[in-house]
Antibody, heavy 114, light 109 residues
C-alpha cells in the first residue's frame, strides 16, 4: 500500500518561498500513468486543488496559483515537491500530497507569518 | 474560477438515507467531469470514496454510492452510521484542472 508523508518548515515569512516535499513509499513516482497532486486546506475552510504532475513530468496547475506554484519530481529520492513563491497569510494552510487523488498523506501545516 | 456548489450542511438520522449533490457553474455535470467524492472527519486527512462518478475504492463501504442526478453529481449514503458524520467534498475535472466543491457538513442525529 502506497504511503505519502509531507514535510517542510512549519513557518514561512511573508514574501518568501514555501518549499514542501512528499516522500513516497510502497510505489514509485516514476511508474505507470500515475499523477501526483498537491492540495491545501486553510484552517477551518475547504479543500483547494493546487496542481499535479504526471510520472512523465507533465504538469497542470490551478489558474489562481499557476503564476506562483511549481511541482516537481525527484525520482532518485522517490518524492515530489511543491514550491510556492511570494507567500502571504492567505497561503497558511495544511498542505496534502496525493497519488491519483486516491491515496493521501496526513498533511503538514504551514503558517505564513513574520 | 469555476464554481462547484454543494449543500453547506445536511442532517440525517441513523439508518436513514441521504443524498449529497455537486453542481457545476458551467452547466450540467456529466461523466466527462470525472466526479470524485472525499470524506473528511474532524482532525483527519481527507479519504477518497468515489471516483469517475460511481466507482468505489477497495476501502469504500458498500453503503456509499455515486451517480449523476438531475445534472449534478450525487453521493448517496444508505443505512447511515454514526461514524459517517463528516465533511464531504466533491471534485470535478475541467479539461486539465480540478476544482473542489465547498463541502457538505453531514450531521448524523
Amino acid at each position: 500500500q502506497v504511503q505519502l508523508q509531507e514535510s517542510g518548515p512549519g513557518l514561512v515569512e511573508p514574501s518568501e518561498t514555501l518549499s514542501l516535499t512528499c516522500a513516497v513509499s510502497g510505489d514509485s513516482v516514476n511508474s505507470g500513468n500515475n499523477y501526483w497532486s498537491w492540495i491545501r486546506q486553510p484552517p477551518g475552510k475547504g479543500l483547494e486543488w493546487i496542481g499535479y504532475i504526471y510520472s512523465f513530468g507533465g504538469t497542470n496547475y490551478s489558474p489562481s496559483l499557476k503564476s506562483r506554484a511549481t511541482i516537481s519530481l525527484d525520482k532518485s529520492k522517490n518524492q515530489l515537491s511543491l514550491k510556492l513563491n511570494s507567500v502571504t497569510a492567505a497561503d497558511t494552510a495544511v498542505y496534502y500530497c496525493a497519488k491519483t487523488l486516491a491515496n493521501w498523506g496526513q498533511g503538514t501545516l504551514v503558517t505564513v507569518s513574520s | 474560477q469555476t464554481v462547484v456548489t454543494q449543500e453547506s450542511s445536511l442532517t440525517v438520522s441513523p439508518g436513514g438515507t441521504v443524498t449529497l449533490t455537486c453542481a457545476s457553474g458551467t452547466g450540467a455535470v456529466t461523466s466527462s467531469y470525472y466526479p470524485h467524492w472525499f470524506q473528511q472527519k474532524s482532525g483527519q486527512a481527507p479519504r477518497a470514496l468515489i471516483y469517475n462518478t460511481g466507482t468505489k475504492h477497495s476501502w469504500t463501504p458498500a453503503r456509499f454510492s455515486g451517480s449523476l442526478l438531475g445534472g449534478k453529481a450525487a453521493l448517496t449514503l444508505s443505512g447511515v452510521q454514526p461514524e459517517d458524520e463528516a465533511d464531504y467534498y466533491c471534485l470535478l475535472f475541467y479539461g486539465g484542472v480540478w476544482v473542489f466543491g465547498g463541502g457538505t457538513k453531514l450531521t448524523v442525529l
